[in-house]
Structure formats: structure tokens, C-alpha cells
């Protein structure tokens, strides 16, 4: 897409410390734009056509920037999102002060853990919905409840396919274990790619002392990995990925989206390292 003089560009939840370039690229060519996002920065720039609005606090997401921004007009919505990216915590109290019931928050959760896992895959074709598939159909309802009952059998299409993949997810070896650290392998196919970030975020709640990594094979002899902090502890992941060319994330949750098979002994080393 060839940006012109005068257009506005909205970014959410991507790194700016990965597009810096395109970002000069964009405000070169007469772009204005809003970068709202809560990863890894790196070395900010300015400019009086970039607003930038990055918290990188370990307990926000960009969801609940932007309901800031939005003075909690969607406030159904930054909760979801909020439960999709595992602050159950913060969500649940944002939840109740905003005066949603106990089964209208569990739906919520649901629903956002559902949408995050949508959105794990090496390509498109790994998930179950097209993002531009998917999108429409969110985009029509105000309330997140309201799409629930409405577009039932998009939502159960996920929920099954979540509790299929998280079952077989389950059964994948550990290779690595100590006291504060475990490290999982799961395998070169399409429902580990789906369930890489979800299952980090189900482990870290069940084991919230420990540091967790999960390692998927790809074709090449690589690793993607998913990286999450001990939930009591939520630093240090982005320190970790980001010793790795092709790593980045935030300070609770991380990832590498290559790590060559050769460099796994370095990974482990500098894993235990960061989080014993």
C-alpha cells in the first residue's frame, strides 16, 4: 500500500522496536500516525505527526490504553481483550467495578482466550478464521455478549477447537525442568502452532512460580518459541527473547519467531539464567 501525503495510519499492538523503519518510511511520506502499544520500544522517535501512547507496564495491554483513550465507551471489550491476554486479575477487577456479573465475566474470558487463540499460526492457514474473516463479525456488536449469542457457532467452532488442541497440548514432553523453569516441545503441525501462546498462558496460572517455555518445531530445524514469566514475578521475557535476533515481546510475555535448533543448548542456559 503506497501511503500518500495526508493519510492517518493507526497502529495497535505491534512493536514499534520492530517497525521503527516503516514508521520514518510512513511519517517521510506525509503519514500522521497513532501508535498505541504496550511491547518493547526500543529508541523512541519524534515527530509532530507521531502520537505515541505505549505503556509498558507488565499489567496493561493495549486493549485497556485504548479504553482509556475511549473513556470505557467498549469497556466489554478491553475486559475480553484483557482476559486474552492472560491479566485475569486486572480484567476480573475492571470487570466487577464496571458492574458485570460473575457468569458475564466467566463468558468474557472465555471468549478472549478464545480470540488470542485464533490468533497463533505460522500462516493464516493454521487458524480457523481468517482475521478479516473474523473481524467482521466482532465489529458488528457493541457487547462481546452480544456476539456470543448471536454468532454461536463461530464461537463454539473455537471453544472446540481450543479443548481439542489443549488436549493434545497436554500430553507433549517436557524437555527441561527445574524448581522455577519448564520448557515444553511440541511438534511441526498446525494445532501446536494454534495453542503455543494459550497453553504458556494456562501453565503460567497453574504454576504461577515458574517460568515457562514453549518450544514448536518448524520446518527448517527452527524453534518458534513462547516465552511467559512467572506470573508473580511478570519481568524479564522480552529481556530473554531480545538476547536472540528474532526475538521480542514484552516484559511478561515474549517470543522468539526462529531460534535455530544449534543455538537450543544457548536458549535453555540463558532461560534458566533469567529466571532462576
Not at 511478570?234 to 536472540?244: M, N, R, S, T
Request: glycine share 8%.
Amino acid at each position: 500500500m503506497v501511503m500518500r501525503h495526508g493519510d492517518h495510519v493507526t497502529v495497535l499492538d505491534v512493536s514499534f522496536e520492530k517497525n521503527v523503519a516503516d514508521v520514518k518510511r510512513l511519517l517521510d511520506n506525509g503519514a500522521s500516525i497513532d501508535y498505541l502499544d504496550h511491547h518493547k520500544t526500543g529508541e523512541l522517535i519524534t515527530h509532530d505527526k507521531l502520537l505515541v501512547d505505549i505503556d509498558l507496564s507488565a499489567d496493561t495491554c493495549t486493549s485497556l490504553i485504548v479504553d482509556k483513550r475511549l473513556n470505557g465507551k467498549y469497556r466489554a471489550w478491553a475486559v475480553t481483550a484483557a482476559f486474552g491476554d492472560n491479566l485475569s486479575e486486572v480484567a476480573m477487577a475492571l470487570g466487577k467495578q464496571s458492574g458485570f456479573t460473575d457468569d458475564e465475566l466467566k463468558s468474557l474470558k472465555q471468549l478472549g482466550i478464545l480470540l488470542n487463540y485464533n490468533g497463533y499460526g505460522a500462516s493464516v492457514d493454521d487458524l480457523f478464521f481468517h482475521p478479516a474473516e473474523l473481524f467482521p463479525k466482532l465489529q458488528a456488536y457493541d457487547s462481546p455478549l452480544d456476539f456470543i449469542q448471536h454468532e454461536s457457532e463461530t464461537f463454539l467452532t473455537l471453544d472446540d477447537g481450543y479443548k481439542q488442541d489443549m488436549a493434545r497440548a497436554k500430553q507433549a514432553p517436557l524437555i527441561h525442568e527445574t524448581s522455577g523453569t519448564a520448557i515444553i516441545e511440541l511438534p511441526n503441525e498446525a494445532w501446536a502452532r494454534r495453542v503455543s501462546g494459550v497453553y504458556g498462558n494456562e501453565l503460567v496460572n497453574q504454576y504461577p512460580n515458574r517460568a515457562h517455555a514453549i518450544l514448536t518445531k518448524k520446518e527448517n530445524k527452527h524453534y518458534l518459541v513462547s516465552v511467559r514469566a512467572p506470573l508473580n514475578q511478570k519481568y524479564g521475557a522480552d529481556e530473554l527473547v531480545g538476547q536472540f535476533p528474532t526475538g521480542g515481546g514484552r516484559k511478561a510475555a515474549a517470543g522468539i519467531n526462529s531460534l535455530p535448533s544449534e543455538q537450543l543448548a544457548i536458549f535453555i542456559e540463558s532461560f534458566q539464567k533469567q529466571f532462576s
